[in-house]
């Protein structure tokens, strides 16, 4: 048998081999691709978590004040040599005799003569030089042991100008026509320096007065010459003075509802309470005015005075200024609230309200846990988010019933604990540069590690933040 024996070919199709590998990275970079997108096109929300905080880097700021007094400036009427009867920084009566102006510089020659006799010091005297004594022992300190030399030399003069004035009659009537006797204008506390800040006031202040390189100081003694018209001793008429220091806006910001404070006189340590008043100077910048009613003879001869405002430390928690915002709430009286079992771990205290709504022409009533912001002594407040404008609550044994709508504004942060914006309210203790230290409060409030949206303004309640 003849035929052609012709081969048949079948083709077979290959089978396609998949690489598991391969899939599985291009899952993930499809992956990394979409959340990268998602990245760079989402707007994130910055936050802040909560520390705790004081006030301890602003306590106790130190200041160089000017001391404001009721001053008058009195003039000589003649020309001369003058000599003082009345030691500086005592309380002298108007018509006290006070001092003398010799016309001809001879007068001290005679009060050297008068005093070189057997000069006897009467009660008064005595008195006198007594009081000077109590009062140097009772305001001694070692830590001032020179004041010492100074005490001695003030007692020294003090005792010649007694022994003075039991001559100066009989002296007044030898020589009359070479000096004059000149009395107190005024009662007050005398002093013997002019410094043209007598009649500073704290509405006339300007950062140039607190300059101590331009500060002039004229002083008077004994034996001084003096021109007609010249000033030749001042009184203080009032134990009432001040205190004024420069202040920044920030040192203004943080005094401006504080009325008494307690400062320190860095001088010696001497420690006192007073009250303070912010003022804008005559440069329009911020001044503290001190105002005291003692001490004023203590410093009487010091114009500039360092002084050091005690602050009381403040702790808390410390939130970003940013933070904050102003928001309204629903104010819902306790009586309609009652304790419950509420599901929102946020809630506290789990408080219900027996919730009225009509449904088909018939009223529900529903127990209803919203997230309370805040509370006091007889309310609730929610978010107005919460619930609508005319909403009614009933009490639970539906005898009264309360009409939401009446609002409160507070200020506080938004929370994004559980990774959505919720408002809570805080109570600012003390204002820093760029933080608040807030009350730490248990209920409604912030505590240390939460986590609070740092730019307040970038969002609104009940959203949803990417962080």
């Known amino acids: 048998m003849s035929g052609n024996n012709t081969s048949k070919k079948i083709r077979y199709r290959s089978k396609i081999n998949l690489n598991i590998g391969f899939i599985v990275l291009g899952i993930i970079l499809v992956y990394l691709f979409v959340n990268i997108v998602l990245y760079f096109t989402t707007d994130r929300i910055s936050y802040y978590e909560v520390a705790a905080g004081s006030n301890s880097e602003d306590l106790n700021s130190s ?30 009566s108007k018509n006290t005799t006070l001092y003398s102006v010799d016309s001809k510089g001879s007068l001290n020659n005679l009060l050297s003569e008068a005093t070189s006799n057997d000069t006897k010091l009467n ?19 070692l830590m001032q042991f020179s004041d010492v030399y100074s005490f001695k030399t003030m007692l020294k003069g003090t005792v010649v100008d007694l022994v003075n004035m039991n001559k100066l009659k009989q002296l007044a009537k030898e020589k009359g026509e070479t000096f004059s006797i000149n009395k107190s204008a005024a009662a007050g ?23 101590q390189s331009n500060y002039v100081l004229a002083q008077f003694s004994t034996g001084s010459e003096v021109e007609n018209g010249s000033p030749i001793y001042k009184v203080v008429n009032s134990e009432e003075w001040s205190i004024a220091i420069p202040f920044t806006k920030k040192q203004a910001e943080k005094y401006k509802d504080v009325n008494g404070i307690e400062i320190k006189f860095l001088k010696d340590d001497v420690t006192t309470t007073a009250n303070l008043e912010i003022v804008r100077g005559k440069d329009k910048k911020n001044y503290g005015i001190i105002s005291l009613s003692k001490y004023m003879v203590r410093y009487a001869t010091e114009r500039f005075l360092e002084i050091q405002i005690l ?14 915002v102003t928001k309204n709430l629903y104010v819902i009286p306790k009586e309609y609230g009652a304790e419950g079992g509420g599901s929102d771990e946020t809630n506290v205290d789990n408080i219900g309200f027996n919730l009225g709504k009509e449904e088909d022409g018939q009223l529900k009533n529903e ?54 914006t919720v408002f809570v309210r805080v109570n600012i203790l003390e204002t820093l540069d760029e933080y608040y230290i807030v009350e730490n409060e248990n209920i409604y409030g912030l505590s240390q590690y939460d986590r609070i949206v740092l730019d307040g303004s970038r969002v609104s309640e009940n959203q949803i933040v990417a962080q």
């Open 63 to 92: 200041y160089t004040g000017i001391a404001l007094r009721d001053e008058t400036v009195f003039t000589s009427k003649t020309s001369g040599y003058i000599d003082y009867y009345v030691s500086e920084c005592s309380r002298v």
């Open 123 to 141: 009660e008064e005297n005595l008195s006198t030089i007594s009081d000077l004594v109590n009062r140097f022992s009772n305001e001694f300190s």
């Open 189 to 211: 506390v005398v002093l013997y320096r002019i410094d043209d800040y007598e009649t500073l006031t704290k509405e006339q202040l300007k950062a140039s007065d607190f300059d």
């Open 311 to 324: 602050d009381h430390k403040t702790t808390g928690l410390k939130i970003p200024k940013s933070a904050l």
């Open 367 to 420: 127990i209803y846990y919203p997230t309370i912001s805040y509370s006091d002594e007889n309310n609730y407040y929610v978010s107005t988010k919460l619930f609508q404008q005319g909403d009614v609550l009933y009490s639970m044994d539906m005898k009264r019933q309360y009409v939401i709508g009446d609002t409160q504004e507070f200020v506080g942060v938004y929370s994004i604990n559980n990774g959505y």
